[in-house]
Every structure is written in C-alpha cells, then in structure tokens.
C-alpha cells in the first residue's frame, strides 16, 4: 500500500540559508500535518492543511511558511536557518477531518532529517 | 487543552518478562489516544488506539492498552518482552479526527537477554 513520501531525506544546510521540504500524502488523503522533533524530544505539532487551507497552527516559527497544493501534495519553507532548527521533520496524512465519532488517523512519513551547521 | 504524561523515561526489562509503560492523560473533552513506537532513526509507527469504542485496545506486536476513566490512564501493556520491541515508545492524546497530536515525552525501553 502507498505510504506518505517526505522528501528528500537528509538535508544539510548552512546557517540562514533556506530549505524545502516537501510532503506527499496518502493517495485521497486530504489533510495534511507537519511535525518537528529535535534531538531526544518528542514530537512537536507545527502546521496542519485540510482541503489547501490551514486548519490548526501550533508551535511553528514565523521564519517557516508551509502550504497545501492542489494535487493535496505540502512544502514546507524554512528561511534564515538556525541551528536549532537541527531535527527530523515528520509529515503525516488523514482522510478529511472528523464527521463521524471515529478519528481519522494519521499515518506518518519516514521523516527529514534536517542538519544545520 | 490535553496532555499526556508518560511516568517513565526508561524502563528495562528482561527477554520473556512482562512489559508495563505508564501514561496517564489530561484532556477537558473524551480524548482519542494512542500509543506510537519509535526504532532509532525511523519513523513513527501506531501501535493501537482508543477511540471511545471498547477500553481495552488490542495493538501490533502482542501490545494491548486499557482506557481508565476513574484513573485517567493509559497504559501500554505486553506478556512476554521481545529484543526486537527495544525503541521509544510515544503515549498520544488528539482532541479527535482532523486535529493535532500531542505527544507525550517517550519512554525508552530496554530489553535485555
């Protein structure tokens, strides 16, 4: 069965540079999630999409901007790179938001490894 | 707002043992929560979950966990350790379908020969 594709894998960048990540979902998924854990943390929400609009925003800094496109495919854009922003990038795909009392679950990509230096 | 609090940050346990891995959660509506295990440098991966249906959750990998109301706890369980189970496991608690997770702070389990 496909699974959720992050790419690419590795990434090593300098101080204030730029990086993309990029976030392909489950095929029909339509709701996008973007998560952030740094070295021995657990996982930190950062930006969820559903249907290309952002539905939920939590601890992500202004230097990041992410979107949701129309083929449900995300980016994430980190500018002005800092060190710790050192960490693995989670990306996680759901079918839709809740319509019935069943979650939707969220089935997670291998990850970016983002080092900064 | 919801929380999870995982009691231990390593537990240890030998090859054919028991394992138990505490957490207990704090949400203001009836929570969705989960379990997720993580090998080194992999990726995250569910376990089981608890979604208001039956308490006790039955998971991958002979895992299984109980939702108590009266305790707030959620607790992941196994009869018999595995070499293979050693990882970090995350307790996960959402609000429901379509929003975030949360995580716990993992707990990293050990199992010896």
């Known amino acids: 069965a496909a699974g959720v594709i992050q790419s690419p894998r590795h990434l090593i960048k300098e101080k204030r540079e730029t990086a993309t990540l990029k976030c392909y979902p489950i095929p029909r998924h339509d709701t996008v999630y973007w998560y952030q854990q740094g070295p021995g943390q657990d996982p930190q929400f950062l930006i969820s999409f559903y249907e290309k609009m952002q539905s939920d925003k939590g601890s992500i800094p202004d230097r990041f901007s992410a979107q949701q496109f129309s083929d449900y495919h995300s980016e994430l854009n980190m500018s002005s790179l800092e060190l710790g922003d050192s960490a693995l990038y989670f990306c996680?795909?759901?079918?839709?938001?809740?319509?019935?009392?069943?979650?939707?679950?969220?089935?997670f990509g291998p990850g970016t490894r983002l080092t900064v230096l | 707002a919801q929380s999870v609090t995982q009691l231990d940050s390593h537990v240890s346990v030998s090859e054919g043992t028991p394992v138990l891995l505490r957490c207990n959660y704090s949400s203001s509506y009836s929570p969705s929560l989960f379990w997720y295990v993580q090998h080194p440098n992999k990726g995250l991966q569910l376990l089981l979950k608890?979604?208001?249906?039956?308490?006790l959750v039955k998971g991958i990998n002979g895992f299984e966990a109980e939702f108590k109301k009266s305790e707030t706890s959620f607790h992941l369980t196994k009869p018999s350790a595995h070499m293979s189970d050693a990882a970090e496991y995350f307790c996960v608690v959402t609000l429901g379908g379509g929003n975030k997770l949360t995580f716990g702070t993992g707990t990293q389990l050990k199992v010896e020969l």
């Open positions: 996680a795909s759901s079918l839709g938001l809740e319509r019935e009392a069943s979650y939707n679950e969220q089935f």
């Open positions: 608890y979604t208001s249906a039956a308490t």
